[in-house]
């Protein structure tokens, strides 16, 4: 009979071991997506046009919210485990409410965003009217890089600050490699080179930062790409609220469990790995929010 007892216990253990570890399976595979994901924003980011604008101020608001969240689903950890049905019941409620709230906060961040002109997918130039797309003044709501540089609007054209190779002859090359100066010919000075090109002719050239301008065949290209950045923004928080709806079923399912049976070894630990997911989902959403605004 005993032997039974710890049979039974043995399987009822590896049972709660396997839940827990699809857990960590699934959080596991979520890390990797969002991972990749915002590997391939940094990357798109140095590629070509790139638009980088002011994030709407709601998004703070969603963090609070979701933060507050967190709060209470430990609250209602904690009450399952004292097996308080009605306090573990009344917690979930409030993050259930605080989830909702927090999806509706969500959508008030991409209207402020949809209002400005960006949408999830559409060009970064009004192909009618030849301007941009986004409202607001450049350089203070919204800058273009190409390349990874900010370019600087000008009356003219765009401008953008690059590398110039000067020609200096061989007493200036070795001055130069020798005291490696802050500036030449008024200009910043990064570093010598020999332009090998032409086998029988090395050409000694200094290399200091310039003041360009956007070439035109780029200028035109720039009137036919889409917005990338706006397309990732709304990419990532969406697919993070798609994970966040998965979650408040889940939620739901606890509140209807805790309020209408016995809380359990097994239903306490339903809720407890609940609370995994939503404190994940918390603190993913706080990792793409210092992304969005220190990346971005």
Known sequence: METQEKVEQYYENARRKAKTNMVWFGIFSIIMLFAGLTSAYIVSKGDNFWVSFSMPTMLWVSTAII?????????????SKA????????YLVITLILGIVFGVSQFFAWSQLHEKGYAWADKIVNQDTGEFVMSGDYGKDYTI????????????????WGEQ???????????LKNEFPEMFIGKEFLRVRENKKKKDNVILEA???AK????????????????????????????????????????????FLASRKELNEDNQLKIKLGGYFWHFFAGL?????????LIH
């Open 285 to 293: 959403w706080v990792y793409l929010l210092l992304f969005l605004f």
């Open 83 to 90: 097996g308080k049905n009605k306090q573990t019941s009344m």
């Open 67 to 79: 933060l507050l969240s967190s709060f209470t689903m430990i609250l209602a950890v904690r009450s």
């Open 165 to 175: 190779a000067v020609k200096v002859d061989k007493e200036e090359y070795a001055q």
């Open 145 to 160: 890089e190409f390349q990874g540089k900010e370019l600087i609007k000008e009356e003219d054209g765009f401008y953008f």
């Open 212 to 255: 360009m301008k956007l070439p035109e065949s780029y200028f035109a290209k720039l009137k036919t790409v889409g917005n990338v950045s706006s397309s990732y923004f709304y990419t990532l928080t969406i697919l993070h609220l798609a994970h966040i709806l998965v979650a408040l079923l889940y939620l739901l399912a606890m509140v």
């Open 207 to 209: 290399i200091v930062v």
